[in-house]
């Protein structure tokens, strides 16, 4: 099997984090064994942060991403954008907010158009972009929202060891038990397992679904989500084919011998999920968003601004994402 080489594309992310440090390491470090990606970012920001923390990354400017396939093995491609003041890192300034949007915006364009394989995505402050008025709860909402998706999409959290799904993500615990509907999780698991088919060889992917309460509810003493709209949900899958099983009490779901018997989780709630993920498989855990029109994968883990000075962060999840990326993009066109 022979596949059409696109490049990824790789956003900024937030400039006073630790995606600049990242992405040249991550080059630096093993750019023989990754896939060719270029970064859309500010030449004279990379070339700083490469300066002060002494990453053997040189950098070229290109004028077209297929460019990136020329010079990929001797440098680091740039797709040129400016940032409106310096950043400094660890220290947020937010009229460089839009260059991050814009960074996201072209990496859209370019895949769309064909141009990219798939999206890698730095980590972004969310914080600094609402105050210029982003109004989504974070990348996986914006994505879907500029290429107009149709579909709700799917945050999965994926590694060698375990994949998980927040059925909800970016919400107070409150808000999150109210949106919880037993069609949000029939729906959240027809995409998880069409993905797992598609992008992971997965040939009769095994889901199971978290309770809400403690216990999975105790048979109605903790609460009774379960027995109203989760089993209900599950019991829908069923009929539709899919191997869905639960509700499973969440504190008992996680260790070795019971991640034998699924290929990945639908958990009621953020904490649910990202919790047993991070600590299973920190450094190299990826975020990867299902449903959309193309590949879109990112670290798992954020901006980390209190060392983005200290020249001590890791590319590894960084690393794993581009991996990931490519994997999904190669399985994709197997299953096509």
């Not at 400017?61 to 400016?82: C, G, H, Y």
């Not at 029939?186 to 040939?203: E, S, W």
């Not at 095994?206 to 009774?224: D, F, K, Q, V, Y």
Request: aromatic fraction near 6%; glycine fraction near 6%.
């Amino acid at each position: 099997m022979t596949f059409n080489i696109l490049p990824l594309a790789l956003t900024m992310g937030e400039p006073s984090g630790i995606g600049g440090e990242i992405t040249l390491k991550a080059w630096s470090d093993n750019h023989q064994n990754l896939p060719p990606f270029c970064i859309i970012d500010c030449p004279s920001r990379l070339t700083n942060i490469a300066e002060n923390f002494k990453i053997n990354t040189p950098i070229k400017v290109i004028q077209e991403i297929s460019d990136t396939l020329k010079f990929f093995n001797e440098a680091l491609p740039v797709l040129q954008i400016e940032l409106k003041e310096d950043s400094i890192l660890g220290s947020v300034n937010p009229i460089n907010s839009s260059a991050t949007i814009l960074s996201i915006e072209k990496a859209v364009n370019l895949v769309e158009q064909g141009h990219a394989g798939g999206i890698v995505t730095n980590p972004i402050n969310k914080e600094a972009l609402y105050n210029i008025g982003f109004n989504f709860p974070g990348h996986t909402e914006y994505l879907a929202h500029i290429c107009n998706n149709n579909v709700e999409p799917v945050m999965m959290l994926a590694s060698d060891k375990l994949k998980v799904v927040p059925l909800t993500r970016h919400l107070s615990l409150k808000d999150a038990i109210e949106t919880i509907t037993t069609q949000s999780i029939i729906d959240t698991a027809i995409i998880l397992n069409r993905c797992l088919k598609k992008y992971f060889n997965v040939g009769s992917p095994r889901i199971a679904i978290t309770g809400l309460n403690p216990h999975a509810g105790e048979g109605g003493n903790m609460g009774t989500e379960e027995i109203l709209t989760i089993k209900p949900a599950i019991d829908e899958l069923i009929k539709l084919n899919i191997l869905a099983s639960g509700p499973y009490s969440a504190d008992t779901l996680f260790h070795n011998k019971a991640r034998d018997k699924y290929d990945a989780v639908i958990t009621m709630y953020h904490d649910q999920a990202l919790i047993p993920i991070k600590t299973i498989d920190f450094e190299t855990a990826v975020n990867t968003t299902l449903g959309l029109p193309f590949v879109r994968t990112s670290p798992d883990h954020g901006t980390a601004l209190d060392i983005a000075s200290l020249g001590v962060a890791k590319p590894n999840s960084l690393i794993s994402a581009l991996k990931l990326a490519d994997q999904m993009i190669k399985s994709s066109a197997v299953s096509n």
